[in-house]
């Protein structure tokens, strides 16, 4: 009962924290520091497209990730964790612990390599957990749990768990609500703009389109990137497209 009753305080502060952050970044990093203590070294929060009812893996946008730029250059590249078999399975709805090497017989050798690329980066015990739809999209959290042995992921993972996953589900729920509106607006014009770059008009037919400047355009365009914290041009037609946010 005491082990309960500290877990429900736990998780109380936790929610009143995280709801108190004032941005998505910042209240990320208030979920970082809370899941440290129960094992949790680092940690990724995605989203994944459905399209027409079937679900697949068509694009992912993570919107946080933890890891450090090593293990990130390691698995070559964040865009490479589209191809993990884990991410798949959150996809369909699906935790994994990953030491459960049975799920693998049948991964594909891309799904195989990037997990051999993972383990010798240090990423070897964790877990990915399903945390819910909201609109097309299908979110997940990977877990990852190498600061412990594995004799003690093993061991403390049901109890770890009940408290760690229902503090990914608070975050996921914040997030959602208070963060992501407000961080992945856009603007009816910026809408228009990368709307009609998924049609595959240029930047000057767009503006003849919109009857403004190519200036006018290119500033659109821009804005757009610096909202969805996108690199380039495609990358902001993929993450609006991914986040739901055109009407297509």
């Known amino acids: 009962m005491e082990i309960i009753f500290y877990m429900s305080i736990h998780v109380i502060e936790f929610n009143n924290a995280v709801a108190a952050a004032r941005s998505g970044p910042e209240m990320f990093k208030v979920v970082e520091q809370a899941l ?6 680092h940690f990724s929060y995605r989203a994944l497209s459905a399209i027409e009812g079937q679900v697949t893996v068509k694009k992912v946008d993570l919107y946080h990730v933890s890891y450090p730029a090593a293990v990130q250059r390691a698995v070559g590249g964040l865009n490479r964790y589209s191809d993990d078999l884990t991410t ?3 996809d369909l709805g699906l935790d994994t612990r990953w030491t459960n090497y049975a799920l693998w017989k049948d991964a594909t050798d891309v799904q195989k390599s990037q997990n051999h690329r993972e383990i010798d980066a240090g990423v070897r015990l964790g877990y990915t957990h399903f945390l819910g739809s909201f609109g097309m999209k299908k979110a997940s959290i990977g877990l990852d749990m190498s600061i412990l042995s594995r004799r ?7 109890s770890l768990s009940t408290i760690i996953l229902s503090m990914a589900q608070i975050m996921h729920l914040h997030f959602t609500k208070d963060h992501m509106p407000k961080h992945y607006s856009l603007s009816p014009r910026e ?9 595959g008009l240029r930047p000057d ?3 003849e389109k919109l009857s403004v400047g190519y200036r006018s355009v290119d500033k659109y365009i821009v804005s ?3 909202k969805l914290g996108a690199n380039s041009r495609d990358h902001a037609v993929a993450r609006a497209i991914t986040l739901g946010l055109l009407d297509l």
Do not use: H, Q, T, Y
């Open 36 to 41: 440290i203590p129960f094992g949790v070294a």
């Open 205 to 207: 037919e767009i503006a």
């Open 191 to 199: 809408k228009d703009v990368l709307s009609w770059l998924v049609m």
């Open 152 to 158: 003690d992921f093993e061991n403390l993972w049901p």
């Open 88 to 90: 798949f399975r959150a």
């Open 224 to 226: 757009a990137k610096e």
